[in-house]
T-cell receptor
Framework: GENVEQHPSTLSVQEGDSAVIKCTYS??????FPWYKQELGKRPQLIID?????GEKKDQRIAVTLNKTAKHFSLHITETQPEDSAVYFC??????????????FGTGTRLQVTL | ETGVTQTPRHLVMGMTNKKSLKCEQH?????MYWYKQSAKKPLELMFV???????ENNSVPSRFSPECPNSSHLFLHLHTLQPEDSALYLC?????????????FGAGTRLSVL
């Protein structure tokens, strides 16, 4: 089955700096890679996702890159703000039409943005 | 509020108790999921239901028994649990049948087994 590794487990940055979280996956058939943000005591929420037919996707201060050859993908947050402090999870999945999506999650990265 | 509601939010039970967790989604989705979230571990997929049929059971002990009576409701029946089963149990739903089947999570049930 799929195995997803995520690094680092904790990350502390100063407000305004950039943060990068990296994930690797094992199953070359995986073709969908979402990122979830979980604030303390709250539910995981999707912040951005990427499909295997693109190499990069950007949404305001958040971007995700995908290297299919190396089987790794990364989350980039620029101009970090205190409200970015949370646990971030990457995931990988094989998406097929008509089937339930079975996500394999990484272990999470706790991001702390300090003033 | 993402449209996925879980009850109760907190549950404390003894090892001999029987309890049930409930999940309800108001998004018109056709797939529902149970995850276990423990400290310092990845979200672990437990069960997947698609169109009310169980399509995945990730080697979960039989003391966890899921039930999906319709596409909007999902239950997790618990009996004779162990202390190591203490965790946050998250329910999610998605609409299958195409790309980008985004999963929407509930707020979870924090379970403590004494």
């Amino acid at each position: 089955g799929e195995n997803v590794e995520q690094h680092p487990s904790t990350l502390s940055v100063q407000e305004g700096d950039s943060a990068v979280i990296k994930c690797t996956y094992s199953d070359s058939a995986s073709n969908y890679f979402p990122w979830y943000k979980q604030e303390l005591g709250k539910r995981p929420q999707l912040i951005i996702d990427i499909r295997s037919n693109v190499g990069e996707k950007k949404d305001q201060r958040i971007a995700v890159t995908l290297n299919k050859t190396a089987k790794h993908f990364s989350l980039h947050i620029t101009e970090t703000q205190p409200e970015d402090s949370a646990v971030y999870f990457c995931a990988a999945s094989i998406m097929n039409t008509g089937t339930a999506s079975k996500l394999t999650f990484g272990t999470g990265t706790r991001l702390q943005v300090t003033l | 509020e993402t449209g996925v509601t879980q009850t109760p939010r907190h549950l404390v039970m003894g090892m001999t108790n029987k309890k049930s967790l409930k999940c309800e989604q108001h998004l018109g989705h056709n797939a529902m999921y149970w995850y276990k979230q423990s400290a310092k571990k990845p979200l672990e997929l437990m069960f997947v239901y698609s169109l009310e049929e169980r399509v995945e059971n990730n080697s979960v002990p039989s003391r966890f028994s899921p039930e999906c009576p319709n596409s909007s409701h999902l239950f997790l029946h618990l009996h004779t649990l162990q202390p190591e089963d203490s965790a946050l149990y998250l329910c999610a739903s998605s609409q299958d049948g195409g790309w980008g089947n985004i999963q929407y999570f509930g707020a979870g049930t924090r379970l403590s087994v004494l």
